[in-house]
């Protein structure tokens, strides 16, 4: 029966039973003096005002005081008061009582209000970080209202942006009038309705609105609403920042390349085709050129034709790489055949050089494409040889280091100045004292790092001034398989 009572009116009635208790219990089981039974109503009814509110610490402290009239003021079993001082007595309980609860109703009140600032900045503090996870204005405005119901637990969000005049919606959006929305741009203050328990709040970047919020199912404060109006507007304006200076970068970055192309392609194919036009024209200029100097141009022009046709490819491969339009097979492949290929393709470029290979034989086998690990090495030793003189030689070693097996290209060169060492790997880059003396694109390293992040490894570079360069790059090892050897004709 008493859980279909409200609850208000369950408070009432359990404070008369603790009146009562108090009574029965000093009444009957304890005897005690007036003062002790006093305050032990005035403790009770603290302890109801704590809990229960003011109004109900109020009714009890009326039954209270009946009750200390009635069962322990002379004469008792009557509400009449023979001694003028039990008077003072009755109304100072009265009034301590009441005071007491006023007081401590004040103090819970303080209390349950300062909890739930606390949490409103939690919940602000939380959704302030959630702000900043994108950069991109597009992403950040569907996923404010989403952050919005799940942070501060409402039914719905809504927001509207002026300039764009466009909703985003999260939750019920039939809880919202696009018209309100956009009234709500134009208001100063938070606007509150209880009633349909919905909330409003402009969207203002200082003194300039850009939009406004909904929500509804929980009210929010007005300084909870002030504060996330403030947070959305920063957080769309970084979020825009951050857009266009991203297109800048991307357009200074678009500039440099093509700055950069355009110099590697005026220098290095104009070497190629003022050999090959100069070849050209010996031969058409002069019928009765001997044999053995016809059979010179035209090896003159043949490997100039190679030496373009080599540009062209990496300049191709560049470009697949960064599109991600290639595939890898890969495969347990046996480092040591990676070696013995990549050695082989260089073989008329080395010429008498010295290599040394110092890899173990047992060393496990590696998880890779076997023609895109040749290119890898073939590019390393390429570079080795080009900017190390041709009567120091090239070292080649390997590793295991964890679950990949390091591969490095050592050379006698004249080494990489520390402040190129995090450019060495950028597209086109070349050495500045070497890029005039030594010819080449800048693509080789760049074309080895993609291959080798394609592989899920890395490459690094470590030098030192007049005593040569290393260059080191790692590929997984294979776990599951044992290498076959490689008898493809490369």
Known sequence: MFSRLPIRVLHFISALAIVFGITVFYRSVVSVNQTTVALSFVLAILAVSTFWGFAVSAFMSVAAMLAFNYFFLPPIGTFTIADPQNWAAL????????????LAARVRKEADEAQRRRNELERLYTFSQQLLVTGNVITLLNAIPNYIVETFEVGAAALYLENKQKFYHSGSGSHFVDEE????????????????????????????????????????????????????????????????????????????????????????????????????????????????????????IDEECDRLNKLVGDAAEMSQLDAGEFELNLEPVALNDVVTAALSHCKSLLGQRVVRVEISEDLPPVRADFDRARDVLVRLIENADAYSSKDQPITITAEVSGNFVVTSVADKGPGIEDMELGLIFDKFYRGKDQRYLVQGTGMGLPIARAIVQAHGGSISVTSQRQHGSVFSFTIPIEHTAKAQPQNKSR
């Open 91 to 102: 109304i100072t309980f009265l009034a301590a009582s009441l005071i007491a609860s006023r």
């Open 181 to 300: 929305l956009k009234r709500a741009t134009a208001r100063e203050d938070p606007l509150r309705d209880p009633a349909r328990s919905l909330s409003f709040v402009p969207v203002r970047m200082g003194t300039r609105a850009i939009g406004s919020l909904g929500i509804s199912g929980q009210l929010l404060s007005r300084e909870t609403l002030d504060a996330l109006g403030s947070m959305i507007a920063i957080a769309f304006e970084r979020a825009r920042a951050v857009e266009e200076l991203g297109k800048t970068e991307a357009t200074r970055e678009g500039e440099r390349l093509k700055s950069a192309l355009l110099d590697s392609v005026t220098h290095d194919f104009r070497t190629p085709l003022t050999s090959i036009k100069a070849s050209v024209t010996s031969l058409l200029s002069d019928s009765n050129t001997a044999a053995a100097q016809k059979h010179e141009l035209l090896t003159v």
